[in-house]
């Protein structure tokens, strides 16, 4: 899944039905290939209007507490 998702990240027109098969091979249905697409492919499309925006995060530079 992470494979297929970094794929669609940094090489989008190398996808094939091939990556598809792979993610059914390792035991998920088309269902879940669908979801994993649509949301790797959201978050994508959403940090790139924010980078394209000039977003930046409400927290940027904060450090968050130490775990006990």
């Given at each position: 899944?992470?494979?297929y998702?970094r794929?669609?990240?940094?090489?989008?027109a190398?996808?094939s039905?091939?990556?598809?098969?792979?993610?059914?091979q390792?035991?998920f249905?088309?269902?879940?290939?669908?979801?994993?697409c649509?949301?790797?492919?959201?978050f994508?499309?959403?940090?790139?209007?924010?980078?394209?925006?000039?977003?930046?995060?409400?927290?940027?530079g904060?450090?968050?507490?130490?775990?006990?």
């Amino acid at each position: 899944m992470l494979e297929y998702a970094r794929k669609l990240t940094l090489e989008p027109a190398e996808m094939s039905p091939q990556d598809v098969l792979d993610l059914k091979q390792v035991g998920f249905d088309d269902r879940s290939c669908l979801e994993i697409c649509l949301v790797t492919a959201y978050f994508n499309f959403v940090n790139r209007i924010a980078l394209g925006l000039g977003v930046e995060l409400e927290n940027a530079g904060r450090s968050f507490p130490e775990a006990e």
